[in-house]
């Protein structure tokens, strides 16, 4: 499932518009990037936890030359998903 058919998902689902649920996605989205930007955490019980995962610097090798290299630390975004949804997909 893409973008514009979860949008068309949602919309059949709440009722509404296209257009009110693509609104309310993006609002969603820019909400958790901001809050994970601030170093915050999102949880939303049964269905799962947003936060940010540091990781640090480490040496790592070019696959290719066999030559090491530093990777630079940093955070990426990570989903932990709930017991609710869990149960649901293995359901």
Do not use: C, W, Y
Request: no cysteine.
């Amino acid at each position: 499932m893409n973008k514009t058919e979860l949008i068309a998902a949602i919309a059949e689902q709440a009722g509404v518009q296209k257009k009110v649920a693509e609104a309310t996605l993006n609002a969603f989205q820019d909400t958790v990037a901001a809050e994970l930007k601030k170093g915050g955490k999102i949880q939303l019980v049964g269905f799962g936890t947003f936060e940010v995962s540091e990781r640090a610097a480490r040496e790592g090798r070019n696959p290719h030359t066999g030559e090491v290299m530093k990777i630079a630390a940093s955070k990426a975004p990570k989903f932990k998903a709930g017991k609710a949804l869990k149960d649901s997909v293995n359901a």
